[in-house]
T-cell receptor
């Protein structure tokens, strides 16, 4: 089954404790992205990757890191989480052609206290 | 960069009625597309429909159709015969032009279907 898998689904952590949200896709897609969703703001892109070892900042990259060492994986790293990073996070992948929808993971609800 | 505007924070519709969710966009790309996604209360993002700017006819997928008006830069989603299960957040989104793999989203419209 074609899917994007994020883990964990829910996470509560404390300020400053490094965490990683994993994302994996099994569709051999070149393009992967991370978004955060906040009430009233829709989804905003954090980082995206066009291929292995190729990443670029989205609209809200501050406080986040990513890596793309393998085509299927695109982890999101919060080196020192802060309460303003409490949000719903989505990973997405796409083959990159404009008419094909992005496939989204199930989402990760992160709370930083 | 693309800009997507959804001006209706919330909409209400009675079951079995049709409803239109508004989406306007701004882009300098000569060729582009528009997506609509549904997000139920469980949180997942569900692809509904896509329209390319050069498609001759408005896209339809079951009860969903796109009222695409390029001159007005609008791509409204029409849901016919609303069902209680249509209650959800709906997002309009546009790919990032030359930056493949990016999507720009509107702020969403919360649709509530009542019996």
């Amino acid at each position: 089954e074609a899917q994007v898998t994020q883990n964990p689904r829910y996470l509560i952590t404390v300020t400053g404790k490094k965490l990683t949200v994993t994302c994996s896709q099994n569709m051999n897609h070149e393009y992967m992205s991370w978004y955060r969703q906040d009430p009233g703001l829709g989804l905003r892109q954090i980082y995206y990757s066009m291929n292995v070892e190729v990443t670029d900042k989205g609209d809200v990259p501050e406080g986040y890191k990513v890596s793309r060492k393998e085509k299927r994986n695109f982890p999101l790293i919060l080196e020192s989480p802060s309460p303003n990073q409490t949000s719903l996070y989505f990973c997405a992948s796409s083959p990159g052609t404009g008419s094909t929808e992005a496939f989204f993971g199930q989402g990760t609800r992160l709370t930083v206290v | 960069a693309q800009k997507i505007t959804q001006t209706q924070p919330g909409m209400f519709v009675q079951e079995k009625e049709a409803v239109t969710l508004d989406c306007t966009y701004d882009t300098s790309d000569p060729s582009y597309g528009l997506f609509w996604y549904k997000q139920p209360s469980s949180g997942e993002m569900i692809f509904l429909i896509y329209q390319g700017s050069y498609d001759q006819q408005n896209a339809t997928e079951g009860r969903y159709s796109l009222n695409f008006q390029k001159a007005r830069k609008s791509a409204n989603l029409v849901i016919s015969a609303s069902q209680l299960g249509d209650s959800a957040m709906y997002f309009c989104a546009m790919p990032g032009g030359s930056t493949l793999g990016r999507l720009y989203f509107g702020r969403g419209t919360q649709l509530t279907v009542w019996p």
